[in-house]
């Protein structure tokens, strides 16, 4: 896992929705930024995708950047190329754009092993939070609700100027599709 503290490596992908090349610079963020490596086809992507969508309208008022990346190899993995991605962007109302990583080098930057993965950097883009949206699965051994609250937590400590708890458990999901 890509150790706390560490800078947010730089990026420059295209948007699947706006068609525009964006880079870690251009997301507007005064205090924090969310970075998410999800994918169209994950079931724990599908499991979680409202709460990822209602999370972003809760924080991005607050000065919460969000941006969602796709790395999988769609060469294997068509239903996550740039076309679908903007479908799947548009038809769950994602207010933050969906980048595609077809060089795979952003995840490999950030040590992202599965989707969805997510990394929350403070107003300095030093990574706080890496690993789980919270405990829940797409299973029915486990029916723990989609709350975010890992995140949330994570997110609301940084907002507060507080430190962010050092107990961290690393994401669960489908491996990132490598070529």
């Known amino acids: 896992m890509l150790p706390l503290g560490t800078k947010a490596p730089e ?3 295209p948007d699947t929705v706006s068609g525009a090349n964006l880079s870690l610079r251009n997301l507007p963020s005064a205090k ?8 169209n086809h994950c079931p724990y992507v599908l499991y ?7 999370l972003a309208k809760d924080y991005q008022p607050q000065g919460v950047a ?24 548009e038809e769950n109302g994602f207010t933050f754009p969906y980048l595609f990583d077809e060089t795979q080098e952003v995840a490999k930057a950030y040590d992202a ?10 107003n300095d883009l030093l990574l706080r939070y890496r690993g789980r949206l919270d405990e829940s699965r797409p299973r029915e051994e486990n029916p723990k609700p989609v709350t975010g ?14 430190p962010v708890s050092e107990v961290q458990y ?9 070529k």
């Open 11 to 13: 990026f420059i992908l």
């Open 32 to 39: 924090a930024t969310v970075i998410m490596f999800i994918c």
């Open 48 to 54: 979680v995708k409202e709460e990822l969508v209602r």
């Open 66 to 89: 969000f941006v969602a990346i796709s790395s999988n190899d769609v060469a294997s993995y068509p239903q996550d190329g740039p076309d679908r991605m903007r479908v799947f962007a």
């Open 113 to 122: 092993a599965c989707t969805p993965d997510f990394y929350v950097f403070d």
């Open 149 to 162: 609250r890992d995140l949330r937590n994570a997110l609301d400590a940084i907002l507060a100027n507080q």
């Open 170 to 178: 690393p994401s669960m999901g489908c491996n990132i599709k490598w």
